[in-house]
Nanobody, 119 residues
Framework: QVQLVESGGGLVQPGGSLRLSCVAS????????ASWFRRTPGKEREWVAS????????RYADSVDDRFTISRDNAKNTLYLQMNSLKSDDTAMYYC????????????WGQGTQVTVSS
């Protein structure tokens, strides 16, 4: 059974930083590309960033490029998202899942972690 547990969200002022974590289980995490997504009320879930299974290749949405860094620790089955220079537009519920390079996310999603950027 696929399980995805996100954590690390919170309230931060504009310009601040947060580091999100996602612990994955129930599938061979180290063999899959992984991604972060986010959703705000009334909008579709938005792709944020992806990382190849090896960690050697990453991709980012234009809106977060140069501010966010995706990484992974396959030994810990954990995905990370370092978010710097946060803006109010980054306020959303953040989710992790497999995905990228033609690999579709699992139908099952975790609870997500809320990021709120506000002064």
């Amino acid at each position: 059974q696929v399980q995805l547990v996100e954590s690390g969200g919170g309230l931060v002022q504009p310009g601040g930083s947060l580091r999100l974590s996602c612990v994955a289980s129930g599938f061979p995490f180290r063999e899959e590309p992984a991604s972060w997504f986010r959703r705000t009320p009334g909008k579709e879930r938005e792709w944020v960033a992806s990382i190849l299974y090896s960690g050697r290749l990453t991709r980012y949405a234009d809106s977060v490029d140069d501010r966010f860094t995706i990484s992974r620790d396959n030994a810990k089955n954990t995905l990370y998202l370092q978010m710097n220079s946060l803006k109010s537009d980054d306020t959303a519920m953040y989710y992790c899942n497999r995905g990228g390079w033609g690999v579709q996310p699992f139908a099952s999603w975790g609870q997500g972690t809320q990021v709120t950027v506000s002064s």
